[in-house]
T-cell receptor, first 113, second 117 residues
């Protein structure tokens, strides 16, 4: 089964600073990868998904971007953080589109101050 | 656009009670529906998955049902325990492009469950 490593667990960043959150996957090849954000008191919102290296699809317009430089590496970035970027960010993996079981990382709590 | 709603938003019960969490979705063209558990500050743990062709799934004290035509699912927790305290999330994976093609999930806002001794 696949395992997701996500770091850091907690991050406090000033407004206008850059951001880089990393997610790496073990135990599978060519997975589908997802970035979700959970704002306080709200459900999970899909931000980006990737079906392969260099292939990124954005679900909502925002201040963030994503990249997939390697098969099992998914990075969430921002050049200048906004207060509204605060939230809990989760990386998720789906082994392939015929499978059902998603694996989620442990999440990063981002607070922009 | 698929919308998923969970009721109630929060639930507090004494230990030992049987309880029902509700999930409704607006578009019945789904591939499957999943129930997840989230502990505070943690990631998601999958509890039960129901395929669109199934009516229910059971795991231990948990039973999830699906009525696709009416857009509803329920999660039944028997003999609740303090360790069941967590946020329970319902997520729908659509059929067709977006679901089977890309595996995207739409989540409800969750039910915060507190089971007190």
């Amino acid at each position: 089964s696949q395992t997701i490593h996500q770091w850091p667990a907690t991050l406090v960043q000033p407004v206008g600073s850059p951001l880089s959150l990393e997610c790496t996957v073990e135990g599978t090849s060519n997975p589908n990868l997802y970035w979700y954000r959970q704002a306080a008191g709200r459900g999970l919102q899909l931000l980006f998904y990737s079906v392969g290296i260099g292939q990124i699809s954005s679900e909502v317009p925002q201040n963030l971007s994503a990249s997939r430089p390697q098969d099992r590496q998914f990075i969430l970035s921002s050049k200048k953080l906004l207060l509204s970027d605060s939230g809990f960010y989760l990386c998720a993996c789906l082994r392939d589109l015929t499978s059902d079981g998603y694996t989620f990382g442990s999440g990063t709590r981002l607070t922009v101050v | 656009k698929q919308e998923v709603t969970q009721i109630p938003a929060a639930l507090s019960v004494p230990e030992g009670e049987n309880l029902v969490l509700n999930c409704s979705f607006t578009d019945s063209a789904i591939y499957n529906l999943q129930w997840f558990r989230q502990d505070p500050g943690k990631g998601l743990t999958s509890l039960l998955l129901i395929q669109s062709s199934q009516r229910e799934q059971t795991s231990g004290r948990l039973n999830a049902s699906l009525d696709k035509s009416s857009g509803r699912s329920t999660l039944y927790i028997a003999a609740s325990q303090p360790g069941d305290s967590a946020t329970y999330l319902c997520a729908v994976r659509p059929s067709g492009a977006g679901g089977t093609s890309y595996g995207k999930l739409t989540f409800g806002q969750g039910t915060i469950l507190t089971v007190h001794p």
